[in-house]
């Protein structure tokens, strides 16, 4: 082996580990949108996912938005609902009005 065709093996074996790293980032610490509310709201020791039914999630000009109403066996609590609005995972505004049982 020449020192040409080893320095193109090594370099085509670090070009595949940092693919391979760029990859796993990208979805391994993805989060559902139920436990960014979580990790956001005030009430965390109170709520669990199964309290929560996130009824839209989107992004508009870079910023999520975030939208859930509070239920009790899958059944929505009339005027209980949250909103949280980020920019690159962090929290920019909350609005809340999810009322702990």
Known sequence: MTIRSTIKR???IYTSLFFLLFLLSNTSFAQSPEQI?????????????????VTDDYTSKGIRHIYA???????????????????????IRVDNTLHPF
């Open 10 to 12: 090594i370099s085509r």
């Open 37 to 53: 509310l979580l990790s956001q709201l005030d009430q965390v020791s109170k709520l669990t996912i199964d309290d929560l039914i």
């Open 69 to 91: 109403k509070r239920s009790i066996a899958k059944l929505e609590i009339y005027n209980s609902y949250a909103a949280i609005h980020l920019i690159n995972g962090k929290n």
